[in-house]
């Protein structure tokens, strides 16, 4: 354990607006947040509650209306679209509900992606991905294609390149909403590992029993955090962050 987590993220009356016609949606409404190195979050609310609106400031693929976003120190909250995309490709890592893999690549190929876009050596990228691979239990596929995969397998490789970079912060978007409930079980149980390795790790889902294996819980409801609770190390919720 950290006795002194560093803060990662915080948000400062964070607003999304989107105008609709003659009148504006408030999608999220001065949300204050702040994500310290190491937190294993769910984010949990109803379906039209701010989650993916605030997924998508967190991870950088959206700016906020009104407030500041502040990533490792930096106002990342006016960037503009190239910086913002240099800052998702260096510092973030993302898993999506559908894999978002590049069916004519290769398992190793699309591990290797994002290390391409920020222009890695191709032999210690290969070396690097292929231990990822072996990571989470597919260093016998590394040259089987998307399609030659299981969903599960799939996810899987989706998770190894979200880290090849080493992000500050990995974001799970229902990255277990397609898949059976075995397979769901071994994608939760390597994020598990993940968090006890120190990993930041953020998981927007509607899955309560997905929640009980974090140690923070924060609820969305109408644009706003109606609860955020860290649990003991008992697995109790204990006092509001906020």
Known sequence: ???????????????????????????????????QSGDYISVLGPSGGGKSTLLNILGCLDQPTLGTYHLEGKNVSTLG??????VRGSRLGFIFQSYNLIPQLTVIENIQVPMFY???DEGDSYEIAAGLAEKVGLGHRLNHRPNEL???????VAIARSITNDPAVI?????????????GGEILEI??????????????T??????????????????????????SEQGSPSKKVL
């Open 81 to 86: 679209d190239d910086d913002l995309s240099a």
């Open 150 to 156: 299981s969903g599960g397998q799939q996810q899987r």
């Open 191 to 204: 994020f598990d590992d993940l968090s006890e390795s120190g990993k930041t790790l953020v998981m927007i």
């Open 118 to 120: 920020q222009g890695r």
């Open 171 to 183: 974001f799970a978007d229902e990255a277990t909403g397609n898949l059976d409930s075995r397979s």
């Open 1 to 35: 354990m950290v006795d002194h987590p560093e803060t990662i993220i915080e948000l400062s009356g964070v607003e999304k607006h989107y105008p609709m016609g003659a009148e504006v949606l408030r999608a999220l409404k001065g949300i204050d947040l702040k994500i």
């Open 206 to 231: 509607h899955d309560e029993e997905m929640a009980k294996r974090t140690s923070r819980v924060i609820r969305l409801r109408d644009g706003k955090i109606e609860s955020d609770e860290r649990k």
